[in-house]
């Protein structure tokens, strides 16, 4: 049986789903012109997400846009231990946001909560509004994007932020290096230096015994834990079931 032309092209171009990945584009476009234009965009690297205009996150399809962050499948483990650790009616902020991807599924997993998100990436937020509905979206720096009112009333942060060292951007696929931010992804020399900046924020931001969840790679346990003891938290790993990731929960020392 002849392989279809589509797929073969798409498989030539390395997409390793290429199959999958025909059958979504032939969905979002009857053959023709305009078919065309989506399968050139995505076997010149473009995510395929960005090119469809939607992602699926923790079995939800959300908004997303060309020149945005892509959130992973691997950072849903970052929403379960969310879903898990907040009190009921816990004031809750997503930072770095992004798309608004955690927003989304903690408020589909934990309605009771209250939710705010913020990133600073205008265009990201601009899909975040999208995507959340009735949850208030900001646009600035980490915490400092919300009102002065959440100062020192957060129960829980939680963020995905940046945590992809400086070297090893050249290494990520082509997908990632070229058409995702680079702010989303530059985490600093070790990965951590968005971290450690949330951490200093984040003393202000949350109440007393407030919560910070944050996600790191497998071989930054050692360095993360040390950067967040060192300035003043206590902290707690939780491997994900694939091991591919950690959420490393920090609470303040008293």
Known sequence: MLEDPLVARLRAAGCVFAEAEAALLNNAAAAGPEREVLVRRRLDGEPLETVLGWVEFDGLRLYTAPGVFVPRTRTTH????????????????????????????LHVRRPDLMIRAADLDPRATACAADNLDSIPVYTG???EALPPRDRGRLDLV?????????AGLA?????????????????GTDGLSIQRRLAGQADHWLSSDGLLLTEIAEEQRQ???????????????????????????????H
């Open 171 to 187: 290494t990520m696929p082509r997908e990632a290096r070229e058409y995702e931010p680079v702010i989303a992804l530059d985490g």
């Open 78 to 105: 970052l929403v379960e231990v969310a879903a898990e650790v907040a009190p009921h009616g816990a004031q809750v902020a997503d930072v770095c946001c992004g798309i608004g991807a955690i927003a989304a599924a």
């Open 141 to 143: 720096d980490l915490l």
């Open 223 to 253: 360095a993360a834990q040390r950067a967040f003891r060192e300035t003043g938290w206590t902290v707690e790993l939780r491997p994900s079931p694939r091991g591919e990731n950690l959420v490393v929960m920090a609470r303040r020392r």
């Open 158 to 166: 939680v963020a995905n932020t940046p945590y992809v060292p400086t």
